[in-house]
C-alpha cells in the first residue's frame, strides 16, 4: 500500500488540472490552498499557462503593437478575474476534496485573533 503524503509529479499535474488527490494527503491540499505562498501559486498556476497560449496572437500579420494590445486586452481582465475569485476557487477546491471550505478563511481568522491580543495587551485587558 502506497502512503505517501505528497502528490508524485503525474498527481500533481491531475490536481492542478482540478483533479482531487487521495484523502491520505489532505494535509498537503491544505497547506497548498491556504499555506504560505498560496495566493502566489494560484496565480501561478493559472496566469503563466495562458501566456503560451496568447503568444499565438505574435503570428497574426500586423503591427507588433497591435498584436501585443489584443494579448493585453484579453490577459489583463484576466489577472484582475484571477485575482478576485481566488477565495472562491479555494473554497471550492477544499470542498471538491472532501475537506471543510471554513479552511479558507483560517489565515484570516489568525490574524484577526492575533489584532485582538495586541489590542487587548495593550490596553491592558489580557
Known amino acids: 500500500m502506497n502512503d505517501r503524503t505528497t502528490p508524485t509529479l503525474a498527481q500533481r499535474i491531475r490536481y492542478i488540472c482540478g483533479g482531487t488527490l487521495p484523502p491520505r ?3 498537503w491540499v491544505i497547506d ?3 499555506g504560505p505562498g498560496a495566493a ?3 496565480l501561478l ?5 495562458i501566456l503560451a ?3 499565438l496572437f505574435l503570428l497574426i500579420p500586423g503591427p507588433l503593437w497591435m498584436r501585443l494590445a489584443m494579448m493585453a486586452l484579453l490577459y489583463l481582465p484576466l489577472i484582475y478575474f484571477t485575482a478576485a475569485l481566488m477565495y472562491v476557487y479555494r473554497r471550492a477546491r477544499l470542498t471538491s476534496h472532501g475537506l ?4 479558507a478563511d483560517s489565515g484570516q481568522r489568525q490574524r484577526v485573533a492575533a489584532e485582538r491580543e495586541a ?3 495593550r490596553h491592558g485587558r489580557g
Open 53 to 55: 497560449l496568447l503568444c
Open 119 to 121: 489590542y487587548e495587551r
Open 45 to 49: 498556476r493559472i496566469l503563466v499557462p
Open 25 to 27: 494527503m489532505s494535509a
Open 32 to 34: 497548498d490552498l491556504t
Open 40 to 42: 502566489r501559486r494560484y
Open 100 to 103: 471543510d471550505p471554513a479552511l
